[in-house]
């Protein structure tokens, strides 16, 4: 007979649970605050705001990933344009430093340990937005309007 493996809620199909997306939302709030209030001293960060756009959990609550955006990273006359790899690096420097912040803002069981990744989602929405502003896609979606409308 088959034995059927039972597995705890893990990110898979069904996605994060309640549980790791609230602990998420807290720790990405404390860590906004953290880098808001706090002095880093790293050169990569002097003068950088960072925006926190989501702090992923694993399924123990025990490894945070945390994705952020430096301030204008993809506009070209800001001072982060192409430096988005050493903020990051920066980060992930000072994560323990973070994580000792976070342990004392948060009333958690276990502070996670955290990584720090770059947000590419603002990217694959600019491509996006470039798609669709291509003459050839504009004319092929207007075309698409006009036929709706019969």
Excluded: Y
Excluded at 2 to 29: D, F, Y
Excluded at 43 to 49: F, H, R, Y
Excluded at 98 to 106: C, E, K, T, V
């Amino acid at each position: 007979m088959a034995h059927k493996q039972h597995t705890r809620n893990v990110s898979g199909p069904s996605g994060p649970s309640q549980r790791q997306l609230r602990a998420g939302e807290l720790i990405r709030h404390a860590l906004v605050d953290i880098l808001r209030e706090e002095d880093i001293h790293d050169a990569a960060l002097a003068g950088v705001s960072v925006t926190v756009t989501e702090v992923r959990l694993s399924p123990d609550l025990k490894h945070a990933t945390c994705f952020v955006e430096p301030l204008g990273a993809g506009v070209e006359a800001a001072a982060t344009s192409g430096h988005e790899g050493e903020i990051i690096k920066a980060l992930n420097a000072h994560a323990k430093f973070l994580r000792g912040q976070l342990g004392r803002r948060l009333d958690m069981k276990f502070t996670p340990d955290l990584r720090f990744r770059h947000d590419e989602s603002f990217d694959a929405a600019s491509h996006m937005d470039r798609l669709f502003d291509d003459p050839r896609v504009r004319a092929d979606l207007d075309r698409r309007d006009d036929e709706g409308e019969d």
